[in-house]
Each structure stands twice: as structure tokens, then as C-alpha cells.
């Protein structure tokens, strides 16, 4: 199995920053894709960022210019850079990785517990 820890949302004001990060653990015997998503209320999850292992990245067009999405291959953690953050960023976001663990023969998606994130002022 695979674990993802996320961290570092928070009430912030609105034009602030916040940077989150999720940690996976676990049998991993290889990280693939990672991605934030993030839900509001009675609606479907959307995909903020994606990342490869490879490094490439993606974003949705509501978040582009103002999120990075960024990895550290090492840690097995990945970070999303939130800036020029506006009242509508506000909901949980969720991590997400394809990964392989060392007793598993095909990848699986695993997700975190979200963190919460809220912008007001």
C-alpha cells in the first residue's frame, strides 16, 4: 500500500500564498504520475496540476499562471505553489499518485485525505 500525507493549507487572505505538500510512504516500488485535485461542495472533483515522473506538468486553465506543481523525486513528495490566491481557490484540494508498491505487479491510483484551504479575507 501506498500513503499520502498532505500538509500546509490554511486560512490565507485573498492575493496570499500557500504552499501544499504530500508525502507518500508505503512498499513503494515506483511513483509515476502526481496530482492535486481539489472538491467543493456538491461538486465534482476538479484536476488543479499534474506532474510526471519526468517532470512534466499541467494545469487546469483556472489555476494557470498563478500554481506550480513541482516533485522531489527523492522525498516521493509533491508540492503545489499556490499564489495570487482568490476566494474561489477556496475548498479541499486532495493528492493523488499512480505508483507501483513492491508487491503489487501493475500501478494503482491512491489519494490523500485532503487539506483544506480557504481564502477570505
Known amino acids: 500500500q501506498v500513503q499520502l500525507v498532505e500538509s500546509g493549507g490554511g486560512l490565507v487572505q485573498p492575493g496570499g500564498s500557500l504552499r501544499l505538500s504530500c508525502a507518500a510512504s508505503?512498499?513503494?516500488?515506483?511513483?509515476?504520475?502526481m496530482a492535486w485535485y481539489r472538491q467543493a461542495p456538491g461538486k465534482q472533483r476538479e484536476l488543479v496540476a499534474t506532474?510526471?515522473?519526468?517532470?512534466?506538468?499541467n494545469y487546469a486553465d483556472s489555476v494557470k499562471g498563478r500554481f506550480t506543481i513541482t516533485r522531489d523525486n527523492a522525498k516521493n513528495t509533491t508540492y503545489l505553489q499556490m499564489n495570487s490566491l482568490k476566494p474561489e481557490d477556496t475548498t479541499d484540494y486532495y493528492c493523488?499518485?499512480?505508483?507501483?508498491?513492491?508487491?503489487?505487479?501493475?500501478?494503482?491510483?491512491?489519494w490523500g485525505q485532503g487539506t483544506q484551504v480557504t481564502v477570505s479575507s
Open positions: 508505503g512498499s513503494i516500488f515506483s511513483i509515476y504520475a
Open positions: 493523488k499518485t499512480i505508483a507501483r508498491t513492491t508487491v503489487q505487479p501493475t500501478s494503482r491510483h491512491y
Open positions: 506532474i510526471t515522473s519526468g517532470g512534466s506538468t
